[in-house]
């Protein structure tokens, strides 16, 4: 990442990142982008604190972490349908 991060205000990104990770915005106002680009600008100590805060809030949805999850995940309903039709033949 390595940048700081403004995007909207949504429960989706405030699920993933903290207030003090990432500059939320309200989607509605392009004023509201435009003042946290300038905060930012203006507070390069803040901009460096941000990215280190965002990007240990990313760490748990990092693709190589993700991945062994998703491939867990097939690996168990793989099995689950491999016993429910041991069940039907039985």
Do not use: G
């Amino acid at each position: 990442m390595h940048r700081p991060i403004i995007a909207s205000d949504t429960i989706a990104m405030r699920s993933m990142f903290r207030p003090e990770s990432v500059a939320f915005c309200d989607s509605s106002s392009p004023e509201s982008f435009a003042e946290a680009m300038i905060d930012l600008y203006q507070h390069p100590e803040k901009r460096t604190r941000m990215i280190a805060n965002a990007a240990a809030d990313y760490e748990p949805y990092r693709w190589e972490l993700m991945a062994e999850r998703y491939q867990q995940l097939l690996v168990s309903l793989s099995h689950k349908q491999a016993q429910e039709q041991q069940l039907v033949v039985e």
